[in-house]
């Protein structure tokens, strides 16, 4: 909820997520009774396999995918409404860059349909077309773009309106060593500024890097959450991709044995 | 660092609209002066050299007789096809989802996509009228019948358009509607002759479909006279285009085939 004067209680969460449930049309259940609550300013990563439901968790964040039940909250506010809509910047997984803009362009419109001028906007996209590298193609259209060049546009959009949640849906698959260096120098900028991060990503020892805290994801439920340092000493690992290989394929969440 | 964006007016509206409109001119070789220059071969092929045998139809040169079932064809199938195809594309290449997630209304997202076929076809309309006036004589005699005519018209193909971009699983469904439903009835509609001279069953049959109405009220905007009744052609049709454009609405309301 937002006070008298317009602010945001700073005990707001950046995400609050109560019993998620999604069960698309076919039948398949991708969430079930999900939890997940993610302070504001934390670099938060989650981690599962293909399928586990972490794009269904991130869909339903931002308002892409009908919920069957549950409650999802972007600090305090429901997440369905315009004021949360406008505080979560999305990069999907897949390219999905429009055909017919060029870069700028993607940019500027970005950021018009989240209610920005077109003079900020268009401040702003110059901005972003400096930070990653993207000057040279500047009036290029999308499919002319390389593989690299069209990941950095993603970003670049994710981070047009100036979102306080950016959520990077494995936003390095494909990209080359250099590029991801690059790209993870600017969103630890971001973060140092305030910047809440979630996170997917497969290449593990990144998400070790980066988070300050990880979730382990698995068929639609959450089996572990903790410090890369905590999931270690949890599963009994030397790394966090032992502790992955155990908590997707041999052992049960030793939390869930606790509780049991 | 994070930046209220404005969420009260219709600013994200217009960004949509423009980019919708941006995509026409872009292609406007295609999307614009093709039909033009279809519609007025259209009119010089049939008009002029059927003239010499069909010399008058309700008073009217055969030229001049045509010219406003051609321009309704031109217009409905363009209103049609430019959001069918601009919507599937969306959703197909998934670009669709930079505007769900977007702070817009459901209404700003079916208005926003809606405006460009109309622009779109009020283009080509203009365009063609601009070129058949000056060669065919045809007189614009009521205007103001012809203005609401066209509205709900446009608004109903653009809805339509609008309706199949958003449950198409193909290109070909796009197609299959404009080839196999929307020409077969433009041609049948009247254009090119006058249904009370049918026989019967024919005549009465003609009656029952819907695209009849739309021209006889262009047709009655243009030369004075029509088929049926003004006020019968232009309540059929805005009966038709405001159930059509709230089932687009709902389609964005409720997120049905644009959310999974």
């Known amino acids: 909820m937002i006070d008298s004067l317009g602010r945001v209680p700073v005990s707001a969460p950046a995400l609050d997520v109560r019993r998620l449930t999604k069960r698309y049309d076919d039948g398949t259940v991708a969430l079930e009774d999900f939890d997940l609550t993610i302070p504001e300013g934390m670099f938060f990563g989650l981690l599962g396999p293909n399928g586990a439901g972490k794009t269904t968790l991130i869909n339903a964040v931002c308002n892409l995918i009908r919920i069957t039940a549950g409650d999802v909250r972007v600090f305090?506010?429901?997440?369905?409404?315009?004021?949360?809509?406008?505080?979560?910047g999305l990069a999907e997984q897949d390219i999905n860059l429009d055909r017919f803009l060029t870069v700028e362009e993607t940019l500027v419109y970005?950021?018009?349909?989240?209610?920005?001028?077109?003079?900020?906007?268009?401040?702003r996209a110059a901005e972003m077309i400096d930070v990653f590298d993207l000057r040279a193609k500047s009036d290029v259209r999308t499919p002319k773009l390389s593989?690299?060049?069209?990941?950095?546009?993603?970003?670049?959009?994710?981070?047009?309106?100036?979102?306080?949640?950016?959520?990077?849906?494995?936003?390095?698959?494909?990209?080359?060593?250099?590029?991801?260096?690059?790209?993870?120098?600017?969103?630890?900028?971001?973060?140092?500024?305030?910047?809440t991060i979630l996170l997917t990503t497969h290449y593990l020892e990144e998400a070790e890097a980066l988070c300050e805290e990880i979730a382990l994801i698995r068929a639609g439920r959450l089996i572990a959450r903790d410090t890369a340092s905590g999931l270690r000493r949890a599963y009994t690992a030397d790394s966090l991709t032992e502790v992955y290989v155990k908590a997707m394929h041999e052992q049960p969440c030793p939390v869930e044995e606790a509780a049991a | 660092m994070s930046q209220t964006v404005s969420l009260t007016g219709n600013r994200g509206l217009l960004w949509l609209a423009r980019r919708e409109t941006l995509r026409v001119w872009k292609l406007w070789t295609q999307t614009v002066l093709a039909p033009i220059v279809a519609s007025s071969l259209f009119i010089v092929v049939f008009g002029f050299s059927l003239s010499g045998r069909i010399r008058h139809i309700d008073g009217f040169p055969y030229r001049e007789f045509i010219v406003p079932g051609l321009i309704t064809m031109a217009m409905v199938q363009a209103a049609y096809s430019n959001?069918?195809?601009?919507?599937?594309?969306?959703?197909?290449?998934?670009?669709?989802?930079?505007?769900?997630?977007?702070?817009?209304?459901?209404?700003?997202?079916n208005l926003g996509y809606n405006i460009g076929g109309v622009l779109r076809a009020l283009a080509i309309g203009?365009?063609?009228?601009?070129?058949?006036?000056?060669?065919?004589?045809?007189?614009?005699?009521?205007?103001?019948?012809?203005?609401?005519?066209v509205?709900?018209?446009?608004?109903?193909?653009?809805?339509?358009?609008?309706?199949?971009?958003?449950?198409?699983?193909?290109?070909?469904?796009?197609?299959?509607?404009?080839?196999?439903?929307?020409?077969?009835?433009?041609f049948v509609g009247g254009v090119f002759y006058s249904v009370s001279r049918l026989p019967s069953p024919w005549h009465e049959l003609s009656h029952v479909n819907p695209i009849f109405y739309l021209v006889s009220a262009v047709r009655y905007g243009f030369l004075g006279t029509a088929d049926a009744s003004v006020a019968l052609s232009v309540g059929v049709t805005a009966a038709l285009a405001i159930p059509a454009y709230l089932w687009a609405q709902w389609l964005f309301t409720s997120g049905r085939k644009l959310k999974a």
């Open chain 2, 151 to 186: 509205a709900f018209g446009l608004m109903l193909f653009s809805a339509l358009g609008t309706i199949v971009g958003i449950y198409a699983e193909t290109f070909d469904h796009h197609t299959f509607v404009n080839n196999i439903v929307i020409l077969p009835l433009v």
């Open chain 2, 83 to 109: 959001n069918s195809s601009s919507v599937f594309q969306a959703r197909s290449d998934r670009y669709i989802n930079d505007v769900l997630s977007a702070p817009m209304r459901s209404w700003q997202m």
């Open chain 1, 76 to 88: 305090g506010e429901p997440g369905s409404s315009l004021l949360a809509r406008s505080w979560v």
């Open chain 1, 147 to 195: 593989g690299g060049m069209r990941r950095r546009l993603l970003l670049a959009r994710a981070l047009m309106h100036r979102p306080r949640l950016v959520i990077l849906d494995e936003p390095t698959a494909s990209v080359d060593f250099e590029l991801r260096q690059e790209l993870w120098r600017y969103i630890r900028r971001l973060h140092e500024k305030g910047t």
């Open chain 2, 126 to 149: 203009a365009g063609l009228a601009a070129v058949a006036v000056p060669i065919t004589g045809v007189p614009v005699r009521e205007p103001l019948v012809l203005v609401p005519a």
């Open chain 1, 110 to 123: 970005h950021g018009g349909w989240f209610g920005m001028t077109k003079h900020d906007a268009e401040r």
